[in-house]
């Protein structure tokens, strides 16, 4: 998606080899008419997919997903990391270990929300480690619902998310790949 | 707005005097056709205000305030609750106390994307004793920045915080306004 691509070099900063910081547009402050085209962008490549719901963990995934739940016309989860007083029952969960905070935390699902029914769209602002995203397809499969694809803003095709989502058969719809960010320069795949 | 109110009705769920659950529709799972009807509210009833920037607080701040940016064409800032790893510089906090959680926590934002020119839309989930509200004024006051108006989906009229904030001399448009969640019914004012 050549628009988040030119975002992403005109305001991306390389803050090391591994880590990207995209805090002026995605995950602090948010540029709402990008994060539109972004959700029409998923929208458009999920248009045939049969989507019922969608799924994201808080916080910076809710703003691209909530953009691409209004586009389809389904409604949008966001995993919670903490438990709040107004969460009280039994919850679907499972860990996750940040790359970003080199945190072990749990994020959890209420399975009001979820039925076997469902057919779910996971979407996330970065795929690095796959991490976030394999612990919403484990809170997916306890709830009997089905993952129909994976849409992420910005992949690090470097580390080995992609490739272990692609080997366990999952479609995963990338906007920007990063090929490499050596030498303080992003570079992208194709 | 009475769409709100509606779903508030139907969905909403009296968990004591003091909790109403929203976790349907705005807390956990996300309505995002109602988020954009509350942005467009949100927008006209600020669009005489000179908005420059909005200013929320993570999790569930972001789809009401990112619809709310799209319609007014400004950025959207989310505070933090956790520092990451790419949030490295020196940031403007203040410490919030979370009702619903019951526990102190800082937030915290950029100053890079504040500036002394911005004139800021606070928008918020829940009011109710303002304690997330001022501590997002205190930020927006440490940056030199004005706040032109607080934007809150439900206000909890029978708690302090709207009374503070008035008494303050700010501006407050809260789209629905709870009198009371007494013997498990929720009454709105006017």
Redesign the interface.
């Known amino acids: 998606m050549e628009a988040l691509k030119q975002k992403i070099r005109e305001d991306g900063i390389v803050?090391s080899d591994q880590?990207l910081?995209v805090?002026?547009?995605l995950?602090?402050?948010?540029?709402?008419?990008l994060?539109?085209q972004i959700g029409d962008e998923f929208a458009a490549r999920f248009a045939e997919a049969g989507i019922s719901k969608i799924v994201t963990i808080?916080?910076s995934g809710?703003?691209p997903a909530?953009?691409t739940?209004?586009k389809l016309?389904?409604?949008?989860?966001?995993a919670?990391k903490?438990q709040?007083?107004?969460?009280?029952e039994h919850l679907l969960s499972a860990s996750v270990y940040s790359f970003?905070?080199?945190v072990e935390s749990t994020v959890a699902?209420?399975p009001?929300?979820l039925s076997r029914d469902d057919r779910v769209l996971i979407i996330d602002d970065f795929l690095a480690n796959g991490k976030a995203a394999q612990a919403l397809i484990s809170i997916i499969d306890q709830a009997g619902a089905q993952v129909a694809g994976i849409g992420i803003v910005i992949e690090k095709s470097f580390q080995s998310g992609r490739q272990e989502l692609d080997a366990q058969g999952y479609r995963v719809e990338s906007l920007a790949r990063v090929k490499s960010l050596a030498g303080g320069q992003v570079s992208f795949l194709d």
């Not at 709040?84 to 009280?88: E, F, I, Q, R, V």
């Open positions: 803050l880590v910081k805090d002026a547009f995950n602090h402050q948010i540029d709402p008419q994060m539109q808080e916080a809710i703003a909530i953009m739940g209004l016309g389904v409604p949008v989860i966001f919670r903490h709040s007083l107004t969460l009280t970003t905070k080199q699902i209420s009001r929300h």
